[in-house]
Each structure stands twice: as structure tokens, then as C-alpha cells.
């Protein structure tokens, strides 16, 4: 388990840093916020550039997300169940010429891991 929590935060420390080099380089974007979800979760991601870090601990506290953390979202044209698409995807890992740096507000708890600190609301 150890090992897991040290090799998440390393992850996040690159992420993280990652964001504020992209976030000092990107321009406009079309991308200002939409919802993501998965098996277990769901995430709403703001624009990084058009909301600050204030609104996005207010947003999450408004729509009940306990953490507020830094992310990307990228648009990609790809298929989803067979059908040819154009969405946004967000992750952790979608870092590229072609991403947006996000604020992405969360219930998932391997984000408390090492940002407790950064809990929007006082559960």
C-alpha cells in the first residue's frame, strides 16, 4: 500500500506540474466545463483559464464534490460503442499539445491521498 501511495503522489507531482507549464503556454480554449463519469464516479471539470481555484472550491461545494484538483481534459476523435465521435476526454495523463488544463472537482478518495488540504467542503 505504501507503495501505491508513493507512486500516486509521484504521479500527481508530475501532473501537477505539467498543469502549471500548460497553463502558462495554452490560449483560449472552446472547452469551459462539462461533467465525466465513470463505473464508480463522476467529475466536473472546469476550465482552468476561465474559473479560478475560489470559484471551483465554491462550485464544489454547491454540487457536493469533497476535492478540487488539477487535471487536463483533450479533445479526441475516436468511437464509443462501435459509433464515430468528437468528445472531450478528461484524465490525469491526457497532457499534450492539444489539452486544456482543468480544475476537476471529485468524490474520488485516491485524490484525498496526500491532499487532504485541499477538501472543498468540512465532512
Not at 13 to 41: A, H, V
Amino acid at each position: 500500500m505504501e507503495d501505491y501511495i508513493k507512486t500516486f503522489l509521484e504521479d500527481r507531482k508530475i501532473t501537477e506540474d505539467l498543469w502549471e507549464k500548460r497553463s502558462s503556454e495554452i490560449g483560449n480554449s472552446k472547452f469551459d466545463s462539462d461533467i465525466f463519469y465513470n463505473d464508480e464516479y463522476s467529475y466536473l471539470c472546469l476550465n482552468a483559464k476561465k474559473y479560478t481555484y475560489e470559484q471551483a472550491l465554491e462550485e464544489a461545494k454547491v454540487n457536493h464534490y469533497r476535492f478540487v484538483v488539477k487535471s487536463f481534459v483533450r479533445h479526441r476523435y475516436g468511437n464509443i460503442d462501435g459509433d464515430p465521435c468528437s468528445v472531450w476526454f478528461c484524465g490525469d495523463d491526457e497532457y499534450s499539445n492539444n489539452c486544456v488544463p482543468v480544475w476537476t472537482l471529485t468524490d474520488d478518495d485516491c485524490y484525498g491521498i496526500g491532499l487532504e488540504k485541499k477538501e472543498a467542503t468540512d465532512d
